[in-house]
């Protein structure tokens, strides 16, 4: 079986479908959340997501964009140097787009080639790596991680750092996080984001994966957005393209 993990699409639809364009023959695709904000296009996630029936848990800029949208604050009179990205994509989702994001589960848990997975958006405290056992342990829904056969581990998935990695915590216990499909942190000092970050499990063996894709429609719509001047900066950095024109 081969599995397709991906995290951390905010709303960069053209790096989402580069990567499902590539891993087409994915018996399943599982997202560990954060569909939306600091992106162009979040509708055109959702619509995909959507489409392809991808299964995915809530991330931190998910619930951020539905309590923006269900808030009493105004912005149709907000002048465009004050607009953030959360703004722009409440503008463009409707209703049910927001429905759909406060409807995403916290977690979910599934088995493939006899290893038993967790997910969730978020390891641990802020940015904080998932370092003990009872912390793995505690994902589990509130109990232990279920009884192996040798050779099968307890895997538990992550985004929100935006770091591929894979950390073992005992030899059948592991967290994973497959990375952002849409830019890396700030924190590894990249000038531009120029690749979607992913992971695949084939027969339980998990794969590293980094694809460059055309970045130039999302950076060039990303220019043209009336935003505070930090959020076009961000803009700039994450989809920056190496020929604008």
Same mark, same amino acid.
């Given at each position: 079986?081969?599995?397709?993990?991906?995290?951390?699409?905010?709303?960069?639809? %053209?790096?989402?479908?580069?990567?499902?364009?590539?891993?087409v023959?994915?018996d399943?695709?599982?997202?560990a959340?954060?569909?939306?904000?600091?992106?162009?296009?979040? #509708?055109?996630?959702? *619509?995909?997501v @959507?489409?392809r029936?991808?299964?995915?848990?809530?991330?931190?800029?998910?619930?951020?964009?539905?309590?923006?949208? @269900?808030s009493?604050?105004t #912005?149709?009179?907000?002048?465009? %140097?004050? @607009?953030?990205?959360?703004? %722009?994509?409440v503008?463009?989702?409707?209703?049910?787009?927001?429905?759909f994001? *406060?409807?995403?589960p916290?977690s979910l848990?599934?088995?493939?080639?006899?290893?038993?997975y967790?997910?969730?958006?978020?390891?641990?405290?802020g940015?904080e790596?998932?370092?003990?056992l009872? /912390?793995? /342990?505690?994902?589990?829904?509130? #109990?232990r991680?279920?009884?192996? /056969?040798?050779g099968?581990?307890?895997r538990v998935?992550?985004?929100h750092?935006?770091?591929?990695?894979?950390?073992?915590l005992?030899?059948?216990?592991l967290?994973?996080?497959?990375?952002?499909v849409?830019?890396?942190?700030? @924190?590894?000092?990249l000038?531009v984001?120029?690749?979607?970050?992913?992971?695949t499990?084939v027969?339980?063996?998990?794969?590293?994966?980094?694809?460059?894709?055309?970045r130039?429609?999302?950076?060039?719509f990303?220019?043209?957005?009336?935003?505070?001047d930090?959020?076009k900066?961000?803009? %700039?950095r994450?989809?920056?393209?190496?020929d604008?024109?």
């Amino acid at each position: 079986m081969k599995i397709l993990l991906i995290s951390d699409v905010h709303s960069n639809i %053209q790096a989402l479908e580069a990567v499902l364009a590539v891993e087409v023959d994915a018996d399943a695709v599982y997202c560990a959340g954060d569909l939306v904000d600091y992106g162009p296009f979040p #509708r055109e996630v959702l *619509d995909l997501v @959507r489409e392809r029936n991808i299964p995915c848990v809530s991330g931190n800029h998910d619930e951020r964009v539905v309590a923006f949208a @269900r808030s009493s604050n105004t #912005r149709a009179d907000m002048r465009p %140097q004050d @607009r953030h990205w959360v703004h %722009q994509n409440v503008e463009a989702l409707d209703a049910g787009d927001i429905a759909f994001l *406060d409807a995403l589960p916290e977690s979910l848990e599934f088995t493939a080639d006899g290893h038993e997975y967790h997910m969730r958006h978020q390891g641990a405290a802020g940015y904080e790596l998932m370092q003990l056992l009872p /912390e793995f /342990e505690a994902h589990w829904s509130g #109990r232990r991680s279920p009884d192996l /056969e040798p050779g099968q581990t307890a895997r538990v998935i992550i985004g929100h750092t935006h770091i591929q990695a894979v950390h073992y915590l005992a030899a059948d216990r592991l967290w994973l996080n497959p990375g952002s499909v849409s830019y890396r942190p700030t @924190r590894q000092d990249l000038e531009v984001s120029r690749d979607a970050e992913y992971m695949t499990v084939v027969h339980g063996e998990i794969r590293f994966h980094r694809l460059a894709y055309d970045r130039r429609k999302t950076f060039l719509f990303t220019r043209d957005l009336p935003l505070v001047d930090s959020e076009k900066r961000v803009g %700039q950095r994450l989809f920056g393209a190496d020929d604008p024109t």
